[in-house]
């Protein structure tokens, strides 16, 4: 029994140091996988911290010039609140303008109607003197004088 003892032990011997082996070779192939061998990770660590570095400079210009756009946006908004404001402004005036345009007009026609009417009377008056003497000339004018 000792030497099948010693045949068992062997073969725990050899079972353990086989695990051991597949161990060593599965870790080997498991690290070598990720690149982890001496100072690429470092060199990943520095090139990875370089593109933090230049990623939050691109932020804080990105941010800079955020800020311009929305200054320049705040500005054009008030600058079309303005122009509206005038605009509104403006169209009331033009009403105004029509209507006073067109009381004018109205006016207008009037007094070339009243113009027509007189340049005809100057033309009866022309064509048809009044023969009035005297007394009845003087009263025809305190008439018209009135």
């Given at each position: ?59 804080t210009e990105s ?84």
């Amino acid at each position: 029994m000792s030497q099948n003892n010693k045949f068992n032990m062997n073969i725990k011997n050899l079972l353990i140091v086989a695990v051991i082996a597949v161990l060593i070779i599965f870790g080997y192939k498991w690290f070598g996988s990720y690149g982890l061998k001496f100072g690429e990770s470092e060199k990943r660590v520095e090139e990875l911290e370089a593109q933090i570095k230049q990623l939050e400079q691109d932020k804080t210009e990105s941010d800079a010039k955020i800020l311009i756009w929305q200054n320049k946006h705040d500005s054009i908004q008030k600058k079309e609140v303005a122009l509206k404001a005038k605009v509104s402004i403006l169209a009331k005036e033009t009403i105004a303008a029509e209507s006073q345009a067109a009381k004018s007009k109205a006016e207008l026609e009037d007094v070339k109607n009243r113009t027509a009417k007189t340049r005809d009377s100057i033309r009866t008056i022309k064509r048809t003197p009044v023969n009035r003497r005297g007394q009845e000339l003087v009263q025809s004018l305190k008439n018209k004088l009135k």
